[in-house]
């Protein structure tokens, strides 16, 4: 790796230090259906948003929550106390495309049709709003 590279590689994860988020990778459906529940919550505060994720009819809805209470608890941790009330919200969360496995289907007249089974990976971050006002 060149020099620079690692500059800028060593200066990405100095910044994710002071950010807190989870991710969630290799999640079997497929990211159009992910996002629908990602729009949801964006900017929401988090007691809110799991509240939104907890009674939505989506099945993704589970896992985004799960890993709505991964975040928390990073920031938690991190910061080394609870997360009160009104205090944390959901900065960015965005939802990329994971592998697709290829599957064959028989068809007619011995043909075969392609299935793609999608997956997809989900990151999200949280924030203070006292964090944002310092700065």
Do not use: C
Not at 63 to 91: H, P, Q, T
């Amino acid at each position: 790796m060149g020099n620079r590279k690692k500059l800028a590689a060593e200066a990405r994860k100095e910044a994710l230090k002071t950010q807190y988020f989870a991710k969630l990778k290799g999640v079997p459906s497929s990211p159009r259906k992910m996002r629908y529940v990602v729009d949801m919550i964006r900017g929401m505060e988090v007691n809110r948003a799991l509240g939104v994720l907890r009674f939505s009819k989506k099945h993704a809805a589970a896992d985004v929550e799960k890993l709505l209470r991964s975040a928390i608890a990073n920031w938690e941790a991190k910061n080394e106390r609870k997360a009160e009330d009104g205090e944390l919200f959901v900065s960015r969360v965005f939802v990329d495309e994971g592998v697709t496995m290829k599957r064959m289907r028989p068809a007619p007249q011995g043909r075969g049709y392609r299935i793609r089974k999608r997956s997809n990976h989900v990151t999200l971050f949280v924030d203070s709003k006292t964090n944002d006002e310092k700065e």
